[in-house]
T-cell receptor, first 118, second 114 residues
Framework: AQKITQTQPGMFVQEKEAVTLDCTYD???????LFWYKQPSSGEMIFLIY??????QNATEGRYSLNFQKARKSANLVISASQLGDSAMYFC???????????????FGTGTKLQVIP | DTEVTQTPKHLVMGMTNKKSLKCEQH?????MYWYKQKAKKPPELMFV???????INESVPSRFSPECPNSSLLNLHLHALQPEDSALYLC?????????????FGPGTRLTVT
């Protein structure tokens, strides 16, 4: 079974600074995907970035980059130049083995609450 | 258009009521999902529809009944709920159910059962 661990329940970062949110995972699958989502207090989950297990390059999307270390089974999210609007809960997620209908279950971590300080 | 819409945004219902949550997407996505999220917890998968057919039911009580009338719409019918069912209900969609594509989430329905 897939497992995601986010060890930082809460983080603070100064505005304009960079911050790293940790995520480690456990899976026996060779093929899997890793996602990061942001959830502001309004409730909507917003997709940030995706890394496939066979991707050799670290994924980047604007100010977001994913530090993928396959051997260590870690997929940390790096946010550069933090903004006040980055204050939110951040979830790391991994796709699991294929189930009926071709579905790969997505397992979410417990989340990290990031607060950006002016 | 990368939007998933959900109605209503807030819902308060008694334990004997029947209500429905609605979700709509116009991205041509072939997989749609219902999640339940309690405060300060990650989303928990309830149902997966793949190509308009129910493919996953995560042992959800029968007082929750999903329906997929067409490829753009997903409903969740609620009946005889319990106070512990109070939560944020999130709908999501993805290009297909393979896990290779990100899920787009709606803003959620905050449900309170009294």
């Amino acid at each position: 079974a897939q497992k995601i661990t986010q060890t930082q329940p809460g983080m603070f970062v100064q505005e304009k600074e960079a911050v790293t949110l940790d995520c480690t995972y456990d899976t026996s699958d060779q093929s899997y995907g890793l996602f990061w989502y942001k959830q502001p207090s309004s409730g909507e989950m917003i997709f940030l970035i995706y890394q496939g297990s066979y991707d050799e390059q670290n994924a980047t999307e604007g100010r977001y980059s994913l530090n993928f270390q396959k051997a260590r089974k870690s997929a940390n999210l790096v946010i550069s130049a933090s903004q006040l609007g980055d204050s939110a809960m951040y979830f790391c997620a991994i796709t699991g083995p294929r189930e009926s209908g071709g579905y790969q279950k997505v397992t979410f971590g417990t989340g990290t609450k990031l607060q950006v300080i002016p | 258009d990368t939007e998933v819409t959900q109605t209503p945004k807030h819902l308060v219902m008694g334990m004997t009521n029947k209500k429905s949550l609605k979700c709509e997407q116009h991205m041509g996505h072939r997989a749609m999902y219902w999640y339940k999220q309690k405060a300060k917890k990650p989303p928990e998968l309830m149902f997966v529809y793949s190509y308009e057919k129910l493919s996953i039911n995560e042992s959800v009580p029968s007082r929750f009944s999903p329906e997929c009338p067409n490829s753009s719409l997903l409903n969740l019918h609620l009946h005889a709920l319990q106070p512990e069912d109070s939560a944020l209900y999130l709908c999501a969609s993805s290009q297909d159910p393979s896990g290779s594509y990100e899920q787009y989430f709606g803003p959620g329905t905050r449900l309170t059962v009294t």
